[in-house]
């Protein structure tokens, strides 16, 4: 079990190396991938499940104590990704189905792997970690009514159908996972060792799948995707960082705003597209996952050289 959790945690923290990987060999050799297109939905699910596996009542201690700095970081992160993902797509003329899949990937909740990003940055972690439970746990009315509203232009957008897919694949399985931790009790910590394993498989075959599928699609347009997802995720990483600093946040919570901001749950992006649009709606997900990883450690690495009194206080 020990080396299970070894093996786990160095799978957890080379996570960008995995996926950029997988993403290569399904784009030169997509016959191998495409056959688990089907799995998408399921295997978010179990990636959702883990999350409800570790989630404890602590993580929303930070929304009692401190509820505007939730709030703050909950409302910029969705209005600021929603937001500059429609701006680019009006900017840059972007046609239907990439321009559906950059707003619904900006639609979705924080990424998981942003509260990995804080506590290497040195940021506030408890905040980091909350605001990435508010913004999942709100995910299945806000995400399919921003997709709705900024992405009707586009393409027909089905609030129902959305609202109860992620229903499906964010909420029943968190539920599950909370059910499962309160059943099983001090068993679970054995499967919370292996999670971040099989939270990485999960993502790396979703990715994988969805850059088979649309293989053709990405050798045709990916320059263009790949520079809407560079843009849409930097600005997000600035603007969520402002955002702390127009609000006088001291600099660990400012990391942590611009973490949250910039880092999106892109798997749950893939799966919707995948699920309700096309294969090349998925790709700005699959590709925004790939670049979040390598953007998001990079910046924490700059923020982590940019210490703050009392802010390992903060990540005990």
Known sequence: MRALALLSRF??????????LFAVLAFVAPEWFRPLAPAIVPLLGVVMFGMGLTLKVE????VARHPWRVALGVVAHFLIMPGMAWLLCQVLRLPADIAVGVILVGCCPSGTASNVMTW?????????VAIAAVTTLLAPLLTPALIWLLASAWLP???GALFWSILQVVLVPIALGLLAQRLLGARVRHLVEALPLVSVLCIVVIIAAVVAASQAKIAESGLLIMAVVILHNGFGFLLGYFTG???GLPLAQRKSL????????SGLGAALASAHFSPLAAVPSALFSVWHNISGASLAS???RLPEKG???LNP
């Open 120 to 128: 290497l940055a040195r940021g506030d972690l408890a905040l980091s």
């Open 59 to 62: 993580d929303f201690a930070e």
């Open 311 to 313: 802010a390992d206080e």
């Open 11 to 20: 799978v957890g923290n080379t996570f960008a190396v995995w996926v950029l």
């Open 302 to 304: 700059w923020f982590r």
């Open 258 to 265: 611009a973490l949250e901001v910039g880092m999106q749950n």
């Open 157 to 159: 957008v089905s609030f």
């Open 245 to 247: 600093r127009l609000f």
